[in-house]
């Protein structure tokens, strides 16, 4: 029994399976062993053979606590949540003091939209179990949703020393590092962990990010094809998938492969730009057009998806719908909120009403596209009475609120929401509402604090690069602005005509040319590229300028 229980509590299910097959053919009874059975199946990923197990509920009253855990974590898997929340019920009946029982039951209140409710299991996790490692980890995740990488990372420095070698800890280890902008410490973690075991697959899959972001796409791709068909079918597997493809010129495969995960994410405009990308530089301008043309004339719509299907239009000999595409992406961005329109069709989701999570979003957004804000506030209420500890339910109702000018409610609700999961977009709706009830000085705080928490973000730190610039402090807008470069953003016009502007501030013309050079190569039409030429290289190139814009039809 001890050999199986440090099997099951390195995770070797097989191992462990082994051990208690020999304890049940010796005549210990099927109940005392059932509970670890169950999890040793369950580790071995059969979730059938666990069932056989678990299912029937028959422990001893020793085993029972954990028995009923693991018939939880089955239902979870399955997605049976109320049977789930059943089993830890009656788990919690027996073994209330389990940090391991309340790190799942954390988990359960998580997924079904319960989040602050599972914000006090995972407290209660630690206080319960203070070296842990799944009650560490469990509070390493919740830190890194609400503060950021940097918060996340001494708890899972913790969650490691205390259970050394154990890889899915590593794993979430390393990716916090990656994510927080130190990819040797990343770069070393993973290797420990090829080295402890080469057909531990999620290695390969960090080794295939790090190679990636280092322009290293080639090794990339051999890295992502080890990681194997699972972490390739996630949407981060086909988000790198699809990058590599771009980057490597394998278009209509990246095409193939964007547009198979923006079937799966409508909402997700990083990604349609990518396809819309991909879509250009293989020629399918028809297509592009098709697909993207009335989402480009939108006020939400990004310059980049612009002027890709400006130039689409432009391909197609279509020069007057070009003219007005090019136009618009010419124009200079307004850093005012906006609604965005759901991406389902808007009869659709009136039609549906607001009964699940995803409608209630696409139902709020299409009143507030509409410019009914009193439904708007009415649907995202009921939605928030049905789930108070919902994260999104939170930040819905802020931006109903915003919506009707009401920015002192938006923003309780939007720094309750935060408190769960901050992202950039919410912190960006927070930063604004700030500004709008006057208090500046604490939307500055707020800006720097997600830098801080999230280094390689890219729009965030240009945008405290601009604050920095505007108030005269050019060298740290400087190195902002060299940052944001490395993290990704040295394909993004504004920034790289910041830097232009920066350098030239700083005596230095060389690198002002090359930035507003590489900003106009990127955008011709954009003025913040023609202004950051045009003051990098003085009136000489005027001329220049104007007969290149020309040829482009501006």
């Given at each position: 029994?001890?050999?199986?229980?440090?099997?099951?509590?390195?995770g070797?299910?097989?191992?462990?399976?082994?051990?208690l097959?020999?304890?049940?053919?010796?005549g210990?009874?099927r109940?005392a062993?059932?509970?670890?059975?169950?999890?040793?199946?369950?580790l071995q990923?059969q979730?059938?053979?666990a069932?056989?197990?678990?299912?029937e509920?028959?422990?001893?009253?020793?085993t029972?606590?954990?028995?009923?855990?693991?018939?939880?974590?089955?239902?979870?898997?399955?997605?049976?949540?109320p049977?789930?929340?059943?089993a830890?019920?009656?788990?919690n009946?027996?073994?209330?003091d389990?940090p391991r029982?309340?790190?799942?039951?954390?988990?359960?209140?998580?997924?079904?939209?319960?989040?602050?409710?599972?914000?006090?299991?995972?407290?209660?996790?630690?206080?319960l179990?203070?070296?842990?490692?799944?009650?560490?980890?469990?509070?390493?995740?919740?830190?890194?949703d609400?503060?950021?990488?940097r918060?996340?990372?001494?708890?899972?420095?913790?969650?490691?020393?205390?259970?050394?070698?154990q890889?899915?800890?590593?794993?979430?280890?390393?990716a916090?590092?990656?994510?927080?902008g130190?990819?040797?410490?990343m770069?070393?973690v993973?290797?420990?962990?090829?080295?402890?075991?080469?057909g531990?697959l999620?290695?390969?899959?960090?080794?295939?990010?790090?190679?990636?972001?280092?322009?290293?796409?080639?090794?990339?791709?051999k890295?992502?094809?080890?990681?194997?068909?699972?972490?390739?079918?996630?949407?981060a597997?086909?988000l790198?998938?699809?990058v590599i493809d771009?980057?490597?010129g394998?278009h209509?495969?990246?095409?193939?492969?964007?547009d198979?995960?923006?079937?799966?994410?409508?909402?997700?405009?990083?990604?349609?730009?990518l396809?819309?990308?991909?879509?250009?530089?293989?020629?399918?301008?028809?297509?592009?057009v098709?697909?993207?043309?009335?989402?480009a004339r939108?006020?939400?719509a990004?310059p980049?998806?612009?002027?890709l299907?400006g130039?689409?239009h432009?391909?197609?000999?279509?020069?007057?719908?070009?003219?007005?595409l090019?136009?618009?992406a010419?124009?200079k961005?307004?850093?005012?909120?906006?609604?965005?329109?759901?991406a389902?069709n808007?009869?659709?989701?009136?039609f549906?009403?607001?009964?699940?999570?995803?409608?209630?979003?696409?139902?709020?957004?299409?009143?507030?596209v509409?410019?009914?804000?009193?439904?708007?506030?009415?649907?995202?209420?009921?939605?928030l009475?049905?789930?108070?500890g919902?994260?999104?339910?939170?930040?819905?109702?802020?931006d109903?609120e915003?919506?009707?000018n009401?920015?002192g409610?938006a923003?309780?609700?939007?720094?309750?929401?935060a408190?769960?999961?901050?992202?950039?977009?919410?912190?960006?709706?927070r930063?604004?509402?700030l500004?709008?009830?006057?208090?500046?000085?604490?939307?500055?705080?707020?800006?720097r604090?997600?830098?801080?928490?999230h280094?390689?973000?890219?729009?965030?730190?240009?945008?405290?690069?601009?604050?920095?610039f505007?108030?005269?402090?050019?060298?740290?807008?400087?190195?902002?602005?060299?940052h944001?470069?490395?993290a990704?953003?040295?394909?993004?016009?504004d920034?790289?005509?910041?830097?232009?502007?920066?350098?030239?501030?700083?005596?230095?013309?060389?690198?002002?040319?090359?930035?507003?050079?590489?900003?106009f190569e990127?955008m011709?039409?954009?003025?913040?590229s023609?202004?950051?030429?045009?003051?990098?290289?003085?009136?000489?190139?005027?001329?220049?300028?104007?007969?290149?814009t020309r040829?482009?039809?501006?």
């Amino acid at each position: 029994m001890e050999r199986a229980l440090a099997a099951l509590e390195r995770g070797d299910g097989f191992g462990a399976e082994l051990a208690l097959r020999e304890l049940l053919d010796s005549g210990t009874p099927r109940e005392a062993l059932a509970a670890y059975l169950g999890q040793a199946e369950l580790l071995q990923g059969q979730p059938i053979e666990a069932r056989q197990w678990l299912g029937e509920g028959r422990f001893t009253r020793e085993t029972a606590g954990h028995g009923f855990h693991m018939l939880g974590r089955l239902e979870m898997s399955e997605g049976n949540m109320p049977a789930a929340g059943d089993a830890f019920d009656r788990a919690n009946s027996f073994t209330p003091d389990s940090p391991r029982l309340w790190v799942d039951i954390g988990r359960l209140r998580y997924a079904g939209g319960e989040q602050t409710m599972a914000l006090d299991a995972g407290v209660k996790a630690v206080q319960l179990g203070p070296e842990d490692p799944e009650a560490l980890m469990f509070r390493g995740q919740l830190a890194r949703d609400a503060q950021g990488m940097r918060a996340a990372l001494p708890w899972f420095e913790k969650a490691v020393a205390a259970k050394t070698g154990q890889l899915d800890l590593m794993a979430e280890y390393a990716a916090t590092l990656g994510e927080a902008g130190e990819t040797k410490a990343m770069l070393k973690v993973v290797r420990q962990m090829t080295a402890q075991d080469p057909g531990y697959l999620r290695s390969y899959f960090l080794q295939a990010v790090i190679a990636a972001r280092a322009g290293k796409y080639g090794l990339a791709r051999k890295l992502l094809m080890r990681s194997g068909q699972e972490a390739k079918s996630t949407p981060a597997g086909m988000l790198l998938s699809g990058v590599i493809d771009l980057e490597t010129g394998n278009h209509a495969s990246a095409a193939q492969e964007l547009d198979r995960l923006y079937r799966q994410q409508p909402e997700n405009r990083r990604v349609r730009d990518l396809l819309a990308r991909a879509l250009a530089l293989g020629g399918n301008h028809r297509e592009l057009v098709y697909r993207f043309g009335a989402a480009a004339r939108l006020t939400s719509a990004s310059p980049y998806l612009q002027t890709l299907v400006g130039r689409a239009h432009e391909a197609l000999g279509e020069r007057a719908e070009a003219a007005v595409l090019l136009d618009l992406a010419s124009r200079k961005q307004s850093g005012n909120l906006i609604a965005l329109r759901p991406a389902d069709n808007l009869a659709d989701v009136a039609f549906r009403g607001d009964s699940s999570g995803r409608d209630a979003m696409a139902y709020v957004r299409s009143r507030l596209v509409a410019g009914n804000s009193g439904e708007a506030i009415r649907a995202a209420t009921a939605f928030l009475g049905r789930f108070p500890g919902s994260a999104d339910a939170l930040a819905l109702a802020g931006d109903a609120e915003l919506a009707a000018n009401n920015p002192g409610k938006a923003m309780a609700y939007y720094a309750k929401s935060a408190t769960i999961r901050q992202s950039w977009p919410l912190a960006r709706r927070r930063i604004s509402t700030l500004h709008a009830l006057g208090r500046s000085a604490d939307a500055e705080r707020l800006l720097r604090q997600y830098v801080t928490g999230h280094p390689m973000a890219v729009e965030p730190m240009h945008m405290l690069a601009q604050a920095q610039f505007a108030r005269g402090n050019v060298e740290q807008a400087a190195m902002l602005l060299d940052h944001a470069l490395a993290a990704g953003g040295d394909r993004d016009p504004d920034l790289l005509a910041l830097r232009a502007a920066a350098a030239m501030r700083m005596d230095q013309p060389d690198l002002a040319m090359a930035m507003a050079g590489r900003a106009f190569e990127i955008m011709p039409t954009h003025p913040a590229s023609l202004q950051a030429l045009l003051l990098a290289g003085g009136g000489d190139l005027a001329a220049a300028i104007s007969e290149k814009t020309r040829r482009i039809g501006r």
